[in-house]
């Protein structure tokens, strides 16, 4: 009778705490397509049970009394009448059977699996729907597809055999044997630098008027001109424009060049909290932060309520997606195996 009543919250919430003996947490399943055999399996709900959940937050014990019509109290005696029958099945063979629900093993003295029945599906979305398995119709232009659309799935995979395949895929880098061609030309423009600078030097070492003509030996056009300009006027002020006649050009006004420097994207580092518990009213997710703060967990919070009415409990927040999955690691494996991540809005 309290299996029945238990599938039937799973159907609803996130997490059935069964005071005493432990918790049933519920997780949706997207549909998956298997290309390779051609199944087509609608989503789901995956079932975990965690026996370190104890404490009762009173969703199934007023759910018992609300369906037979008892007081809370019947109701607790109730389940613990379940609980203590099915400790002590578990505790003789190591195995209890979940009439047309599944099968709970115990691993050691805290860790469990639990195996969902085949025929058992717990998202309301997907009722009545079951696994659908067809052969594909096959077209000569859309074959190819077929079979690269496999290998990606394949890859996705991750696995040692697909990573080491990546790794003796990598072409070598292939070098330009052409490239030595730019090495020329810049050896020809150095080359052809030194001679002038050379040919000045010495024209600036011999009394010849050439050395003033030299632009190589000027700090900027400016300079050039100005030096010639000054030397070449005449007796009433002004310059010999004939003589400089060429040099009647309109010179470009050389500007300091301000380089832009584009601003660095700032990095938004997201927060986590770490949940352990997700229960309907504020009272069970007080006496859940109590808790947790007893096995050290000063920060300890519990959550708003959410759109389905549940409010789940977190151990801590935590920022930055790695430092989060670490804690959640060490969390599961030292207190709470159904621990799960959720981000902060």
Not at 121 to 144: H, M, V
């Amino acid at each position: 009778m309290i299996i029945k009543y238990i599938i039937e919250l799973l159907l609803e919430h996130e997490c059935v705490i069964v005071p005493e003996f432990g918790a049933f947490i519920s997780k949706e399943s997207p549909a998956t397509l298997d290309y390779v055999n051609h199944i087509l399996t609608p989503p789901s709900k995956e079932v975990a049970f965690n026996g370190q959940l104890l404490t009762d937050d009173g969703l199934l014990v007023g759910y018992v009394a609300d369906k037979q019509g008892i007081t809370m109290t019947e109701a607790a005696k109730m389940v613990h009448d379940f609980s203590m029958r099915s400790l002590a099945v578990i505790e003789a063979s190591g195995t209890m059977r979940l009439d047309n629900f599944g099968v709970l093993s115990r691993v050691n003295s805290r860790d469990y699996v639990f195996q969902l029945d085949e025929n058992m599906n717990l998202l309301g979305d997907s009722y009545g729907l079951t696994t659908l398995k067809a052969q594909p119709i096959y077209r000569r232009e859309t074959y190819k597809q077929i079979a690269e659309q496999i290998a990606t799935e394949q890859k996705k995979k991750n696995t040692l055999m697909t990573v080491h395949e990546e790794e003796e895929t990598v072409k070598p880098h292939r070098v330009n044997r052409y490239n030595y061609k730019w090495f020329r030309a810049a050896a020809y423009s150095m080359l052809i630098a030194m001679t002038l600078v050379l040919l000045g030097w010495g024209a600036d070492k011999s009394d010849s008027k050439l050395a003033s003509w030299n632009p190589l030996f000027y700090s900027s056009p400016n300079e050039f001109v100005a030096k010639h300009l000054s030397g070449k006027m005449d007796a009433d002020g002004a310059a010999n424009t004939e003589m400089f006649a060429p040099m009647a050009l309109n010179l470009p006004l050389f500007k300091k060049e301000v380089n832009y420097i584009q601003p660095r994207a700032v990095e938004v580092v997201k927060s986590y909290y770490v949940i352990g518990a997700s229960v309907k009213n504020d009272a069970a997710a007080q006496k859940c932060v109590e808790k947790f703060r007893k096995l050290g967990f000063e920060d300890a919070v519990a959550l708003p309520m959410n759109d389905k009415g549940n409010v789940r409990v977190a151990y801590e927040l935590v920022t930055g997606k790695d430092t989060a999955l670490k804690r959640l690691e060490i969390i599961k494996k030292d207190y709470n195996e159904a621990a799960w991540l959720l981000r902060k809005k």
